[in-house]
């Protein structure tokens, strides 16, 4: 169609940057399309030098950080399609809500608001964020051996702290608090509600049967909640894949498969949502 999407945007998840996606972009921009991967607000310097501003990170909201993506998006002249890992996931959802892209897939991802489904590997993943209540006004950072578990449970040791030393960061520890285990206990809406019942573009899931943080359960369950939605909503799992899946040894499986979903269910702007039927 005319309207075939030309742009990927490519989000990254927490204890991550834009840094995670160095073999997403050459790869899709090999097959022709412009690929954005852009960082969340000041995160667009490098690994390294955020390890050395943690206040950077501690300082951030997600509704600032939604703001932000949405503006990149908005500058692209045909909807792009949205891929998001973690809690890159709950930023495409967030993003789909707000009626961009034109179709979207969550990797891995972290879960919005009213999903309860919270498996013991998920808990004892978070655990080194949610041990002290003062965390919550810091960037929390995973050591080499939190990390090998939550993220990078299928590699080697040594496969896992080259992977930590390359791209782990910390992450809002606000954040982890919020909109983690406890998100579902407190009063009113918070920043990582979306209306489940809404049209939007396609949306796929993507999970991995290994992954300790956001489980299988996790995924198919945020998926389940968009039951009541006219726009199409799948769930697919990879086997023996973990957190780690975007970067992980066949990573290209994980990125084809997404591709090739979107590029197929894409909705064309101002069209009746294709998905549906």
């Known amino acids: 169609m005319s309207d075939r999407p030309d742009t990927i945007v490519l989000?990254?998840?927490?204890?991550?940057?834009?840094?995670?996606?160095?073999?997403?972009?050459p790869y899709y921009e090999a097959k022709g399309f412009t690929v954005l991967a852009p960082s969340y607000p000041g995160f667009e310097i490098e690994v390294e030098a955020l390890r050395e501003r943690p206040e950077v990170i501690a300082d951030l909201t997600v509704p600032e950080t939604v703001?932000?993506?949405?503006?990149?998006?908005?500058?692209?002249?045909?909807?792009?399609?949205?891929?998001?890992?973690?809690?890159?996931?709950?930023?495409?959802?967030?993003?789909?809500?707000?009626?961009?892209?034109?179709?979207?897939?969550?990797?891995?991802?972290?879960?919005?608001?009213?999903?309860?489904?919270?498996?013991?590997?998920?808990?004892?993943?978070?655990?080194?964020?949610?041990?002290?209540?003062?965390?919550?006004?810091?960037?929390?950072?995973?050591?080499?051996?939190?990390?090998?578990?939550?993220f990078t449970n299928t590699l080697t040791e040594e496969e896992s702290l080259a992977v930590w030393e390359r791209y782990a960061?910390?992450?809002?520890?606000?954040?982890?608090?919020?909109?983690?285990l406890f998100a579902n206990f407190k009063p009113g809406h918070q920043?990582?509600?979306?209306?489940?019942?809404?049209?939007?573009?396609?949306?796929?899931?993507?999970?991995?049967?290994?992954?300790?943080?956001?489980?299988?359960?996790?995924?198919?369950?945020?998926?389940?909640?968009?039951?009541n939605s006219p726009a199409l909503t799948e769930y697919y799992e990879f086997p023996d894949r973990d957190h780690w899946t975007c970067a992980a040894p066949g990573w290209e499986a994980v990125a084809d498969h997404a591709l090739e979903w979107a590029l197929t269910h894409a909705a064309a702007p101002g069209a009746p949502d294709q998905a549906a039927g």
């Open 67 to 150: 703001d932000h993506l949405a503006g990149v998006i908005e500058q692209v002249a045909t909807p792009p399609i949205i891929v998001g890992h973690s809690f890159g996931g709950t930023m495409t959802q967030l993003l789909l809500a707000r009626g961009l892209g034109a179709a979207g897939v969550a990797i891995n991802s972290a879960p919005t608001e009213g999903v309860r489904v919270n498996p013991i590997s998920q808990a004892r993943s978070l655990f080194p964020a949610l041990k002290n209540p003062a965390n919550r006004k810091r960037a929390v950072a995973f050591t080499p051996e939190e990390f090998h578990y939550a």
């Open 191 to 227: 920043d990582t509600w979306v209306d489940f019942s809404a049209d939007r573009a396609p949306l796929l899931f993507i999970g991995g049967e290994k992954d300790h943080i956001m489980p299988p359960s996790v995924n198919k369950s945020n998926a389940k909640h968009y039951k």
């Open 11 to 25: 989000i990254h998840g927490l204890w991550m940057t834009p840094r995670c996606w160095e073999h997403w972009v």
């Open 169 to 180: 960061i910390g992450a809002p520890g606000a954040w982890v608090w919020e909109y983690g």
